[in-house]
């Protein structure tokens, strides 16, 4: 299987998964412009897009899903609650691209199961998708880090895990107080420091790649959050590097980040 993330942060999010014949979008949360931008530099032609999964109704996550599906005549895949919640945003969209799901389900040669997380949203999902042996989890919008997605997760060869805030950034940043508040609650978004925690839960089960992503632009910094992860392994005498007990990389906020084998 491949990773890449085109796009990850509070401005904008698209993830690209493929195996050897099928090749998916998890949101597409640009202009569609952009996306293809971003497919075309590494390589990947828009056409052979075989689905777009839909996170949630958020602008950051569904901006480019209409344009993409409508242009590439691509499958859309999201649960009943998000339908309604982004039909206004997406436009119309072809009958038989549709794609309503509950649970599991397949596409192509991948195995696709989705999983709840705390966000405020209408009923915002993470993605674990499977091909083989090889897993690869988008764990993205976590308010906190729930059993749940640590089952989801637990398994997976690459976990792409929010690390979205710095907690004294957002308490002595720009932000209005309801705003902060949000960021900071149960249904906001996971910090550097509650990322670095849940990954260690999940490197309990064995070697993973750990990719942070949806870093915030306001309230975060690409170094520091590397850093806070980076030291909680280190407390836990957990090897950093190839071949050791955790890959650490970052997802980048404006640009596509290298690809990555699972």
């Known amino acids: 299987m491949i990773f890449c993330s085109l796009y990850s942060g509070s401005s904008?999010?698209?993830?690209?998964?493929?195996?050897?014949?099928?090749?998916?979008?998890?949101?597409?949360?640009?202009?569609?412009?952009?996306?293809?931008s971003a497919l075309e530099n590494i390589g990947e032609e828009p056409g052979e897009l075989d689905g777009?999964?839909?996170?949630?109704?958020?602008?950051?996550?569904?901006?480019?899903?209409?344009?993409?599906?409508?242009?590439?005549?691509?499958?859309?895949?999201?649960?009943?609650?998000?339908?309604?919640?982004?039909e206004r945003c997406l436009g119309k969209?072809?009958?038989?691209?549709?794609?309503?799901?509950?649970?599991?389900?397949?596409i192509k040669d991948l195995d696709i199961s989705s999983f709840r997380v705390p966000h405020?949203?209408?009923?915002c999902h993470g993605y674990t998708?499977?091909?083989?042996?090889?897993?690869?989890?988008?764990?993205?919008?976590?308010?906190?880090?729930?059993?749940?997605?640590?089952?989801?997760?637990?398994?997976?060869?690459?976990?792409?895990l929010e690390s979205n805030h710095d907690v004294e950034m957002v308490k002595f940043g720009p932000y209005p107080y309801e705003l902060k508040r949000r960021v900071l609650s149960e249904l906001g978004h996971l910090?550097?420091?509650?990322?670095?925690?849940?990954?260690l839960e999940i490197?309990?089960?064995?070697?993973?790649?750990?990719?942070?992503?949806h870093l915030s632009g306001t309230n975060n910094i690409p170094e520091l959050a590397y850093k806070t992860v980076e030291n909680i392994f280190?407390?836990?005498?957990?090897?950093?590097?190839?071949?050791?007990?955790?890959?650490?990389?970052?997802?980048?906020?404006?640009r596509p980040s290298s690809y990555t084998e699972v």
Not at 191 to 199: E, I, K, Q, V
């Open 191 to 199: 910090s550097n420091m509650d990322a670095g925690l849940a990954a």
């Open 129 to 160: 998708i499977g091909h083989g042996e090889k897993r690869v989890s988008v764990a993205t919008d976590i308010g906190v880090f729930t059993e749940e997605i640590r089952r989801a997760i637990l398994h997976s060869d690459l976990v792409l």
């Open 52 to 86: 777009i999964l839909v996170t949630h109704e958020h602008i950051d996550h569904v901006k480019g899903v209409g344009i993409l599906s409508r242009k590439f005549d691509i499958p859309v895949y999201a649960d009943e609650k998000t339908w309604v919640a982004m």
């Open 120 to 123: 405020d949203a209408v009923s």
């Open 234 to 254: 280190l407390e836990e005498k957990l090897r950093i590097g190839p071949g050791m007990d955790v890959e650490l990389s970052l997802a980048s906020r404006i």
């Open 203 to 213: 490197l309990k089960e064995g070697p993973k790649k750990i990719v942070l992503g």
């Open 12 to 36: 904008g999010n698209s993830i690209f998964v493929a195996s050897e014949k099928t090749r998916l979008l998890v949101d597409a949360g640009l202009t569609g412009k952009s996306i293809i």
């Open 93 to 106: 969209i072809k009958e038989h691209n549709i794609k309503v799901i509950d649970g599991n389900f397949e």
